[in-house]
């Protein structure tokens, strides 16, 4: 994500997800709904990402 969105990498810091660490999709709400994801396999309920900050997020 580009730094010129300072406020949805605070949110995803906030969230745990940061340079580095494991994503998981563990599943996708319908019709554009969010994405639910686990953070570094954390067994703790998925947390869930707009489709916007999901498609923001920078994949290596």
């Known amino acids: 994500m580009p730094d010129s969105h300072p406020e ?3 949110y ?4 745990g997800i940061l340079p580095g660490v494991k994503v998981t999709v ?10 639910f994801v ?3 396999d954390n067994e703790i309920a998925p947390t869930a990402l707009s489709k916007e900050i999901a498609e ?3 994949v290596r």
Not at 12 to 15: I, Q, R, Y
Not at 26 to 35: A, E, T, Y
């Open 12 to 15: 995803l810091a906030e969230l």
């Open 26 to 35: 563990v599943s996708r709400g319908p019709i554009g709904g969010p994405l």
């Open 56 to 58: 923001a997020i920078w």
């Open 8 to 10: 949805a990498l605070r």
């Open 38 to 40: 686990r953070v570094n």
